[in-house]
């Protein structure tokens, strides 16, 4: 169950867990109005800012060949970073289309525009 925040007058926040969409917008403890704090709901969340950069299992390589695979990123004029242990690092989704083409690795579960 999702968590919501409320706050009354003098800023003392209250946060309670109700089923999702079942919270009130406002409820009376005792002589306080707690009104809902959607600020407060979202404080100590952890961002998460996107998809990229994206770090790849399936178009990875094993540690021994990262070096080697650089390599052939860079002579196909694609240049991939590696993660220490293989993952192929993309920049973005132009990025991760053109590289996979290159190495041959076909995304199944894909969009239009993935490779």
Known sequence: MPRYCFTDDEDNTICRFYPMGKA?????LGDTVFRRDIRAEHINVRHTPGTWPLESDAAGVHPDQIKEAYEHSV?????????????AIFTGKKHRKN?????????RN???SDP
């Open 24 to 28: 009130p917008k406002k409820f009376k």
């Open 75 to 87: 002579k196909v004029g694609i240049p991939t970073q590696f993660t220490p242990d293989g993952r």
């Open 99 to 107: 590289y996979c083409r290159a190495i041959g690795l076909h995304d």
């Open 110 to 112: 894909g969009g239009y």
